[in-house]
């Protein structure tokens, strides 16, 4: 008996202090792409399907947030599908986002069924760039559009790719709209550094 109590005391003491249904959704997702068919082309746009919940609403449409979080998970089956995950391990390298960017275009609300298509659109040396669209499945419209700055650890996205592909993959053209935002990104970048004195110290 005392042992159901453990467990339970347990359980409630993670459910306080950390995301568990953070975590166990990643690893769901994770395990769902490990057991569908590879993509073998990386940059190759994958949809995955979901509908606004009430945990995902106030006001009865999507929370901002939400949009994010199912980002995360949308991602997570990408790199898992594609192979980047596995280059990644592979290289002792690591990801991290560096950088989000979200235009939100029409309200998703509670119950409604959407399709959020991501992809690689293209990388520079130090970070892959991703596009997440918001896909209503009533009308097809795209309801909010995010591009993602996943900065690579120990490596580039070269030496991934190359890793993964076992020979060098041509690096897909910026379009334009993603350069404004790369250029906001480096700009603002400069702007906090010289803030904080730390040009000055790099002479």
Same mark, same amino acid.
């Given at each position: 008996m005392w042992w159901v109590l453990w467990v339970l005391a347990t359980l409630l003491a993670l459910f306080c202090i950390v995301d568990v249904w953070y975590f166990v959704r990643a690893a769901a997702e994770i395990l769902r792409a490990w057991f569908q068919p590879p993509v073998w082309d990386v940059t190759a746009e994958q949809v995955l399907s979901g509908r606004v919940s009430p945990r995902d609403i106030d006001m009865c449409h999507m929370n901002n947030a939400r949009y994010l979080?199912?980002?995360? #998970?949308?991602? #997570?089956s990408l790199y898992t599908r594609n192979g980047v995950f596995k280059a990644t391990r592979a290289l002792k390298a690591n990801m991290v986002v560096g950088a989000t960017t979200i235009r939100y275009r029409r309200a998703l609300y509670i119950g409604e069924g959407y399709e959020l298509r991501s992809r690689i659109v293209t990388w520079d040396d130090k970070a892959f760039f991703l596009e997440q669209r918001f896909v209503s499945t009533k009308d097809g419209l795209v309801c909010a559009v995010m591009y993602c700055k996943q900065s690579v650890i120990r490596s580039s996205p070269d030496k991934i790719l190359q890793h993964l592909c076992k020979r060098k993959v041509e690096r897909p053209e910026f379009p334009e709209d993603l350069q404004h935002w790369v250029n906001f990104i480096?700009?603002?970048?400069?702007?906090?550094?010289?803030?904080?004195?730390?040009?000055?110290?790099?002479?």
């Open positions: 979080r199912e980002c995360d #998970f949308a991602r #997570f480096s700009a603002s970048s400069q702007a906090l550094r010289a803030e904080s004195g730390l040009e000055e110290k790099d002479k």
